[in-house]
């Protein structure tokens, strides 16, 4: 059975920080990417950012960059998300998952959501005072 299990999220004062970590298991072929998405209440799926084990590729969505960095293990099948300097607005439930693609361009176009394959249930990421 395929599973990705997200772990990290939790409450944060604004300012802080945050690791995500994401194992993936049970997947009987190679996935192209890992990475990460968000969802807030009321609002649509926000992509994040990619990482393509094969060479290290990384990409980010434009919003993020600077703040939020991916990396990987790709012998543990692990992806990490760092975030930093966290804002309210960054309060979201936050989603590891596999891409059919991962490129220097993927989340600057809105097409991101079609090449999502498997998720994980989310962890929640709360920033507040």
């Known amino acids: 059975q395929e599973q990705l299990v997200e772990s990290g999220g939790g409450l944060v004062e604004p300012g802080g920080s945050l690791r995500l970590s994401c194992t993936a298991s049970?997947?009987?072929?190679?996935?192209?990417?890992m990475g990460w998405f968000r969802q807030a209440p009321g609002k649509e799926r926000e992509g994040i950012s990619c990482?393509?084990?094969?060479?290290?590729?990384?990409n980010y969505a434009d919003a993020l960059k600077g703040r939020f960095f991916i990396s990987g293990d790709a012998a543990k099948k692990t992806v990490y998300l760092q975030m930093n300097n966290l804002r309210p607005e960054d309060t979201a439930v936050y989603y590891c998952?596999?891409?059919?693609?991962?490129?220097?361009?993927?989340?600057?176009?809105?097409?991101?959501?079609?090449?999502?394959?498997?998720r994980g249930q989310g962890t929640l990421v709360t920033v507040s005072s």
């Open positions: 998952a596999t891409f059919s693609m991962c490129a220097t361009w993927f989340f600057q176009i809105p097409q991101w959501v079609g090449y999502l394959e498997a």
């Open positions: 049970g997947f009987t072929k190679d996935y192209y990417a």
């Open positions: 990482f393509r084990p094969r060479d290290g590729v990384t």
